[in-house]
């Protein structure tokens, strides 16, 4: 059974999606948002996203009549079944999730949603926020309940309509199972257990994969020292199946607009209870170390020595964004590692499809360029940031002639190395030996 009305308030990544795949399954979705600007383009179906199928989503829920945006919530919410608060929680001070546009959300609606109505925490809280919203809500005609999302940008709209598993908690079963039903199209494993072990969940599951890419980068650094080849190393780990082959795929380092505030919350939920979570610590500091290795590697890549000076030294980068298919820089190791090579002195010009125009982010840090073989004209070398796809089918012969050093730092292993040998290009990767 369809939901009446659901909204959903806030239209970044986690609302945007959520609202259009749900109207793809049927549900009348209202989407509100305090931007109007925003709530305009919207309406007209024009999405700034960078997500593939959104637009198309967003475009045909409008056009069925099962999704429109609406400026503000509480006006929003007034005869809706379901209400899903999928607003931004940040990084705060001391690492802990920033509540503060979760609570003011619920301080608007509190009053204005009607008996027997389900609110929904979809953003990412730290455990204890759903019985913290039943509280500020003060009804106990409203249930509350947490229904985290395992979206991953470049391909949210694929993990929505085809999930793991679709997990649900709350104190009230009814409303448990009314959230779950929404999905029930899917067919996917559903997990019903109570809010705070709903909410354990996202943060177990993200600062588990955090740990598993800090562990293979580690064991990519061990590979170099031992002539061992990392790429090898992980096709035999992940035929295991009690390991699985994703997640093995080492780099610069992890990052995104998730992981690294997944990490800092439950690292600090686990020291104000006085749980010394040192094996987090552990990945999160690894993750820190592994962007300074990749600007050494880049360094001694150019004959400068793992410590030495970049001053003056022009360098191509090749992507920004912190993975292909996104335009999403927050917390982007590729960002963060040119970051650090400009501290160095060097002179950076980057690359990144998913890019264009004056990113304020940039403005101090490189000049972005929409051609790539711009980037490599001059530099002493390319350094391979983010794994999109057009960097493979370069003219890598064309590439060699514009470049003054030819060698490629290809921090996520993304290159062929043959090919560019074939180029005449000295190819430098993550945990394996160098090639031509």
Not at 331 to 346: C, I, K, T, W
């Amino acid at each position: 059974m369809f939901a009446r009305r659901i909204v959903v308030v806030g239209t970044g990544y986690v609302g945007l999606t959520t609202g259009a795949c749900l109207a793809s399954l049927g549900h009348r979705v209202v989407c509100s948002d305090v931007d109007a600007a925003k709530v305009a383009r919207l309406s007209r179906g024009e999405v700034g996203i960078l997500e593939p199928g959104l637009g198309e989503l967003v475009a045909e829920g409008i056009a069925a009549g099962r999704l429109e945006f609406v400026l503000g919530s509480a006006g929003a919410v007034a005869d809706a079944e379901v209400v899903f608060l999928c607003v931004p929680t940040p990084m705060g001070s001391g690492g802990g999730a920033d509540l503060a546009a979760v609570e003011s959300v619920v301080a608007e609606v509190a009053t204005e949603l009607p008996a027997g109505c389900v609110l929904v925490c979809k953003s990412t809280v730290p455990v204890g926020t759903s019985a913290r919203v039943a509280e500020l809500v003060g009804r106990p005609d409203v249930a509350v309940v947490s229904n985290p999302e395992f979206l991953r940008e470049g391909s949210a709209v694929h993990d929505f309509l085809n999930p793991d598993r679709i997990v649900v908690g709350s104190a009230s079963q009814d409303a448990a199972e009314r959230v779950a039903a929404l999905y029930a199209r899917l067919g996917a494993p559903t997990v019903l257990t109570d809010a705070p072990s709903a909410e354990m969940v996202k943060y177990a599951a993200n600062c588990f994969l955090a740990t598993k890419l800090s562990y293979v980068n580690a064991v990519a650094e061990l590979c170099e020292r031992l002539g061992a080849n990392i790429s090898d190393v992980t096709e035999g780990m992940g035929y295991d199946r009690r390991i699985g082959q994703s997640f093995l795929q080492p780099g610069p380092g992890w990052g995104g607009s998730c992981l690294p505030k997944d990490t800092a919350a439950l690292l600090q939920v686990a020291q104000s209870v006085g749980f010394d979570f040192e094996l987090l610590g552990a990945a999160i500091d690894s993750n820190a170390r592994q962007r300074e290795q990749m600007v050494a590697k880049v360094a001694d890549a150019c004959g400068v020595g793992v410590a030495g000076s970049l001053d003056g030294v022009r360098l191509g980068l090749l992507g920004l964004t912190f993975k292909a298919g996104t335009d999403d820089l927050r917390d982007s190791p590729a960002l963060a590692v040119a970051e650090l090579l400009a501290a160095r002195g060097a002179e950076l010009v980057a690359c990144d499809p998913g890019l264009r125009g004056d990113e304020a982010p940039l403005r101090d840090v490189v000049t972005l360029v929409d051609d790539p073989y711009e980037a490599a004209k001059g530099s002493a070398g390319l350094v391979v940031l983010t794994e999109w796809q057009q960097f493979r089918a370069l003219d890598w012969p064309r590439v060699a002639g514009l470049l003054a050093g030819p060698v490629v730092v290809d921090t996520r292993n993304h290159l062929d190395p043959d090919v560019l040998r074939r180029a005449g290009i000295s190819w430098r990767g993550v945990g394996r030996l160098p090639v031509g």
